[in-house]
Nanobody, 118 residues
């Protein structure tokens, strides 16, 4: 499964970005999807996930600021990021092929870099 994420960039603290990830194929509506990030010098960290029935879960540090959503008609999962902080700086990855809800997946896309300046 080839995942294509995009939408990263350089923003100032407090700004918003929306990441998108397209997952090709006919089974998108059945898929559980996740987002993770990896900051410089750190391991990959779970950020958010959305089930096939739109149930969502978030890591504590992004609750109330980030929103994960999906558009099954477009085979796309989104991560709306508001109130960005410098500590949100990371490469963000989307994933599918759930092994264990909500943070273990078989397939990962290439990352998109988000840089938040103070």
């Amino acid at each position: 499964v080839q995942l294509q994420a995009c939408g990263g960039g350089l923003v100032q603290a407090g700004a918003s970005l929306r990441l998108s990830c397209v997952v090709p194929g006919r089974t998108f509506s059945e898929r559980n999807l996740g987002w993770a990030r990896q900051a410089p010098g750190k391991g990959r960290e779970f950020v958010a996930a959305i089930k096939w029935n739109s149930v969502t879960v978030y890591t504590d540090s992004v609750k109330g600021r980030f929103t994960v959503s999906r558009d099954d008609a477009k085979n796309t999962v989104y991560l709306q990021m508001n109130g960005l902080k410098p500590e949100d700086t990371a490469v963000y990855y989307c994933a599918t092929g759930l092994r264990r809800w909500p943070d273990e997946y078989d397939y990962w896309g290439q990352g998109t870099l988000v840089t938040v300046s103070s």
